[in-house]
């Protein structure tokens, strides 16, 4: 933290795969969601490049709907990824540069309200590993805001459930613990998380999900639907031609939210003349999208196993996320937990106001305040390093951190020189529940390249491994009876270099009129 003052404003930004909110702590103390330029609460997480700007919110989603071929969609889900999967004019952009924009959009209109701020708690997903928590936050940098700390969807969820019932009140007593089962079903990621309430303390005992399932698949299957009944009338699949793709995709959208409220719904698509009067039954779109209900299904059931507990044991039900609207979410929760889901929080805004809560939490640390409640996480992939196998001679990874380990921890793998006088190491870490390393998420390689002079052959060097609650790591070796500490430059797989992360953040922001690549 670089500052004590008490005029920061709190922000939590829930940056979502479809749609991102802003949420601030008002001068009461009580989180509340912001509303961005257009007056809305949620901005559409689409970025369009037009020939001289780059648009992005709602603007962007309906150029998106008419030229998709020059929009950037659900950039979240590539996130970690090198580029992000379009050509956008005529090049590729890292992921993170896109997700940038939306920050960087969020926090203009967010101080058009509250003032100019930078720091800000951000939330991912609980599935998120740790390249995607890396480049969450470096979008951050480039969008010129200091990224306090990163958050888990689902916790923060949880905190602004806890705000609602009044657990977050020094002058409550919690007097029982409960355990919470927070079902996020995002536009374009599912997370499974359960948590245990302890009085002011928040623990996480399990994590499951899935990054690449959420709302936005139902909106395939929904295209797919209006588009085969499209070819029986027409001869013509839309989903061959960018711009009817387009096109009748924001009509799907629109008409999911529709079979969330009515049993039917009818989508009216007209393309180079051609018009089509489509009707989908809810029991069409229900029996269509049943398999990756199906999914979450069996996500929930892994995550209470892997937290040891039964749905007799669990207190209350969250939703999260504008999909968890659907009727088919809910009918399926009530069926598995045998009670009905929590909705005193909005589905669309809990994120973001509890990342605010968060963001008020460590503002307040900074200055001194006694802590109004403590959050225990777990981690949501294994952690380990590439060696081999002694048998086998073949490559194989070392499990340091197992999956739903509680954090912070430090933990410790010892190695040994292969030969006398050896003067540098090379360790490769990944992330991945895989023996196999061509399974597992590489993250970066450790090298090291001053051991001291004339070590023997088979001397220890420790690699230690700092897990932060957070879900970043850091690494340090350690030669053991060796006196001075080794220098380790630790090198991320597809992170962006320093120089590109600040040339980008001079270009976002407007301050300087250069093209990066």
Avoid at 315 to 342: F, I, N, Q, W, Y
Avoid at 417 to 441: A, F, K, M, W, Y
Wanted: with cysteine; glycine share 8%.
């Amino acid at each position: 933290m670089k500052t004590h003052d008490h005029n920061i404003p709190p922000v939590g930004i829930d940056l979502g795969t479809t749609y991102s909110v802003v949420a601030h702590l008002d001068a009461q103390g009580h989180p509340e969601t912001l509303v961005n330029a257009e007056g809305e609460r949620l901005t559409p997480s689409v970025v369009f490049f037009d020939e001289f700007e780059v648009i992005v919110g709602r603007e962007a989603l309906k150029a998106f709907a008419r030229l998709p071929e020059r929009a950037a969609e659900c950039s979240k889900r590539d996130v970690g990824y090198k580029v992000y999967h379009k050509v956008l004019q005529g090049k590729y952009y890292p992921p993170e540069v896109i997700e940038a924009y939306i920050l960087n959009k969020l926090r203009q209109d967010a101080a058009q309200q509250i003032g100019e701020f930078s720091q800000v708690v951000i939330t991912v997903p609980a599935y998120f590993d740790e390249v995607r928590r890396k480049a969450t936050q470096d979008a951050g940098y480039m969008a010129g805001l200091e990224v306090m700390d990163i958050i888990n969807e689902p916790v923060a969820a949880a905190l602004a459930f806890a705000y609602e019932e009044g657990f977050l009140d020094n002058n409550v007593e919690v007097s029982q613990s409960q355990k919470i089962l927070v079902y996020d079903l995002g536009g374009g990621t599912f997370d499974v998380t359960v948590m245990e309430i302890r009085g002011h303390e928040y623990v996480t005992l399990a994590i499951d999900g899935d990054v690449r399932l959420g709302g936005w698949d139902w909106d395939q299957r929904l295209v797919d639907l209006a588009a085969e009944k499209i070819i029986r009338v027409h001869g013509f699949d839309p989903r061959e031609d960018v711009r009817a793709w387009g096109k009748l995709w924001s009509l799907c959208e629109e008409a999911k939210r529709t079979l969330s409220v009515r049993s039917k719904a009818v989508i009216s698509f007209e393309y180079q003349g051609r018009t089509a009067e489509i009707e989908i039954q809810r029991e069409q779109f229900e029996e269509a999208t049943q398999d990756l209900l199906d999914r979450t299904r069996f996500t929930t059931i892994q995550a209470l196993k892997a937290a040891g507990v039964t749905w007799d044991e669990i207190d209350r039900v969250l939703l999260v996320g504008g999909s968890t609207r659907m009727p088919m979410v809910r009918r399926l929760l009530r069926e598995m937990a045998k009670k009905e889901a929590e909705t005193s929080v909005s589905a669309d805004e809990a994120v973001a106001l509890g990342a605010a809560i968060h963001a008020g939490w460590l503002l307040g640390k900074a200055r001194g305040e006694p802590p109004r409640f403590r959050i225990r996480n777990v981690n949501s992939h294994s952690l380990g390093v590439v060696g081999v196998d002694p048998l086998t001679r073949r490559p194989r990874v070392g499990t340091i951190i197992p999956r739903n380990t509680r954090l912070p921890i430090i933990a410790k793998r010892r190695f040994k020189t292969h030969r006398p006088n050896q003067r540098s190491i090379l360790v490769q870490i990944v992330e991945g529940e895989s023996p196999s390393p061509e399974d597992c998420c590489p993250i970066g390689q450790v090298s090291v390249k001053d051991l001291p002079l004339n070590l023997p052959k088979g001397w220890p060097v420790e690699v230690i491994f700092h897990y932060r609650s957070n879900g970043r790591l850091r690494v340090k070796i350690r030669v053991p009876q060796m006196e001075r500490d080794i220098n380790a430059e630790f090198h991320r797989e597809r992170a962006l270099t320093k120089e590109l992360l600040d040339g980008w953040r001079r270009f976002i922001s407007g301050k300087e009129p250069t093209d990066y690549e």
